[in-house]
């Protein structure tokens, strides 16, 4: 294709009706804002999954009087223990006393023992893949009446949904963020033809098809989003990564007590792996949006 | 080359600036282009340099029919005229250089191969020393003498001129229209629009006459 100049000139004098501050300016804030809310997307879904896969697929299991014997004969502690043991798909462990103690603490107090309540036997039971959760509650309360089977998978349900909500208005402000960039760009370039009008119509005049002049527009465009958008991405990293470290106890992978956070395992590779895609998104959308521009303007030349 | 069927002309809803155009100009021919001010002489020659298309009637330009082109045809139709405009149109942030370079870099003629060209061109022009030098730095008929060089340096097949010695002293003037000739001789279409009659005595040539709007008759000016 035949350009006006060698590449990199500036026939059309772009550099001064394009300024490489407003606009690289706003295409960082955006990527800034685009980060962080891919950052949120991410931790968002990270949750969501922990919180399906993981404390979801628990059932906690309380026997009153556990002391007491069933109408079959065997203590209803045993009997529940009995059943649980040969229900398949599942996994279940009584909780000591010592760990009863521990979850009472904080309403009894460390003087649980000399109250001489009648505690409860709590089984933790882990549900694996194709466990029915409602069969085995039947099953429960036939054993020992009166067990009381806690379905954590209700509340992590509702969390998971809780933790979708957040995923979609991450991306929503993603969208939101890419389309006032498409916006931005388009009104800058905008500006660009009306300042350089008439320098336009002579190199039209001349012969210069609209995929030189588009071309030469979204080269500058793309350039100064490019530039703009790598700025916002340095300036977002610290921001994520000082965020993930506050948040790093909260994590699913959160470091031992007492370690030293790892600072660039702090985001996850996922995470690590989007973020550069964001200056060239953006960097994309300027392409587009200029040639589109561009050529949508030339389009009103005879 | 150039015919014209009953063509038009009018700027969006108002008066119609040209109406009912007639004529033909064969290849290699040249014409003065004559008129009062206001008389449609810029718009003639904004129709033939394709900045607008017809309202009414029927324009071919080196065998292209005008009215009915493809916009992505008349590109390479405006590449084969070159233009002298009367407020030159240069681009302010280029040289003098890279002014008369355009023509040949939009024909994708490659950069090793135009220097040599455009700096003859800036000679002949007696530009060759300011080259480098930007528009707002060249006298008015300096800048003229760029048009002008740039208008040429493709050889243009029809070569279109408003005022084109309007600020050149009397011996660039000369030069400007012994170039003229010699392009003419060589193939080139020319139309030179001017009020400079002592020019057109100099140079005596058919014309076309026009007065509001309308084509008064070919005469030969001698």
Redesign the interface.
């Known amino acids: 294709?035949?350009?006006?100049?060698?590449r990199g000139s500036?026939?059309l004098?772009l550099r001064?009706a394009l300024s490489d501050t407003l606009l690289p300016l706003l295409v960082a804030a955006m990527v800034f804002l685009a980060a962080l809310a891919l950052a949120g997307m991410i931790a968002a879904s990270g949750l969501a999954r922990h919180w399906q896969g993981g404390a979801a697929t628990l059932l906690t299991v309380q026997v009153p009087q556990p002391d007491t014997a069933t109408n079959a004969g065997p203590l209803r502690a045993a009997a529940v223990a009995a059943l649980l043991g040969a229900t398949p798909r599942i996994a279940a462990r009584r909780l000591s006393a010592d760990e009863l103690a521990g979850i009472l603490r904080p309403w009894l107090g460390t003087d649980a023992g000399p109250l001489a309540l009648d505690l409860p036997a709590v089984f933790e039971v882990r549900l694996l893949d194709g466990a029915d959760p409602q069969g085995l509650a039947v099953q429960l309360a036939k054993a020992a009446p009166g067990t009381l089977v806690e379905q954590n998978s209700v509340w992590f349900d509702r969390l998971g949904e809780l933790a979708r909500s957040l995923q979609a208005s991450a991306a929503l402000a993603v969208l939101v963020v890419a389309l006032v960039a498409t916006a931005v760009v388009a009104v800058a370039t905008r500006a660009g033809l009306a300042a350089r009008r008439?320098?336009i119509e002579?190199?039209?005049?001349?012969?210069?098809?609209?995929r030189?002049i588009a071309g030469h527009f979204s080269r500058r465009v793309t350039m100064l989003v490019f530039s703009g958008a790598m700025f916002g991405l340095l300036l977002a990293i610290p921001m994520l990564l000082g965020l993930a470290t506050l948040t790093a106890p909260f994590s699913p992978n959160a470091p031992a007590a007492g370690a030293a956070p790892d600072v660039l395992r702090a985001l996850p590779p996922l995470l690590w792996a989007l973020l550069p895609v964001l200056p060239l998104t953006a960097a994309a959308i300027g392409w587009v949006t200029a040639q589109a521009t561009v050529r949508r303007w030339l389009?009103g030349l005879? | 080359m150039v015919r014209l069927d009953g063509v038009g002309l009018r700027y969006g809803t108002g008066p119609y600036v040209l109406q009912d155009l007639n004529f033909d100009l064969a290849p290699g021919s040249f014409r003065w282009l004559l008129g009062a001010s206001g008389a449609g002489k810029t718009s003639l020659l904004r129709l033939l340099t394709l900045a607008v298309r017809p309202t009414t009637g029927q324009l071919s330009l080196l065998g292209v029919h005008v009215e009915t082109a493809r916009r992505r045809d008349l590109p390479q139709l405006r590449r084969q005229i070159g233009t002298v405009f009367q407020d030159f149109r240069l681009l302010a942030h280029l040289s003098a250089f890279d002014n008369v370079a355009l023509p040949l870099r939009l024909a994708g003629r490659p950069e090793g191969q135009l220097r040599a060209d455009v700096a003859e061109m800036l000679r002949w022009v007696g530009l060759a020393r300011r080259a480098e030098a930007h528009p707002a730095e060249l006298s008015g008929g300096e800048q003229q003498r760029v048009a002008i060089a740039r208008a040429v340096i493709s050889r243009p097949a029809l070569l279109l001129a408003d005022e084109p010695t309007g600020n050149l002293d009397d011996v660039q003037a000369v030069r400007l229209m012994q170039l003229l000739a010699e392009l003419n001789r060589l193939g080139t279409t020319i139309v030179v629009a001017t009020h400079n009659e002592s020019l057109v005595r100099r140079h005596p040539a058919r014309a076309l006459h026009l007065q509001d709007g309308k084509l008064r008759e070919h005469m030969e000016h001698a």
Request: aromatic content about 4%.
């Open positions: 294709m035949a350009s006006l100049r060698p500036d026939d004098g001064r008439d320098a002579i190199v039209y005049g001349l012969g210069a098809t609209d030189m389009a005879p």
